[in-house]
């Protein structure tokens, strides 16, 4: 099991990946804060600590997104 932009870095790699099914048509991942942090964008996040799943290219996105 993959996300798409897992699969999308294996191939950029070389590996000879193919994705054979999806359950999802769009990714259900969230960053979810208590109300009393008042976090409005991505920009108000950068500087805390973020906890994540190892290994996820899309922080590595959000970080560029900067």
């Given at each position: 099991m993959a996300h798409a932009d897992?699969?999308?870095l294996a191939r950029k790699q070389g590996i000879p990946i193919?994705?054979?099914a999806t359950t999802f048509q769009?990714?259900?991942q969230a960053l979810m804060f208590?109300?009393?942090e008042a976090i409005k964008t991505f920009a108000d996040v950068f500087g805390r600590t973020?906890?994540?799943q190892q290994?996820?290219?899309y922080w590595d996105f959000l970080k560029r997104k900067k």
């Amino acid at each position: 099991m993959a996300h798409a932009d897992q699969i999308l870095l294996a191939r950029k790699q070389g590996i000879p990946i193919v994705s054979v099914a999806t359950t999802f048509q769009i990714s259900p991942q969230a960053l979810m804060f208590r109300k009393e942090e008042a976090i409005k964008t991505f920009a108000d996040v950068f500087g805390r600590t973020v906890y994540i799943q190892q290994g996820q290219p899309y922080w590595d996105f959000l970080k560029r997104k900067k």
